[in-house]
């Protein structure tokens, strides 16, 4: 029972490393640009860097790139001290 149960999450982790491999290439080279607008000059360098990150969080980078979203507005204390200076 242990061993079935063994094999099943190694064929579902093949499956996600599968969908991973498939997915990278496209998001590094297409979709990064619309998930974060830094990206868009990156260099062929950086798009190869990214590639094994894609590849482990492909479903989240798919949701935001499906999404369209901007990037995350990053909430701190030193963010804040300065919008409150700007008022």
Known sequence: MAI???EWI???LGIYCIAGLLFAPF???KGVQRVDPAAAGGTLGFRLIILPG???LWPLLALRW???GRPPAERNAHRDAA???RR
Request: no cysteine; glycine share 6%.
């Open 54 to 56: 894609v590849v482990a």
């Open 83 to 85: 919008l409150q200076v």
């Open 66 to 68: 499906l999404r369209g």
């Open 10 to 12: 190694v064929r579902l």
């Open 27 to 29: 998001f590094a080279f």
């Open 4 to 6: 079935v149960v063994a």
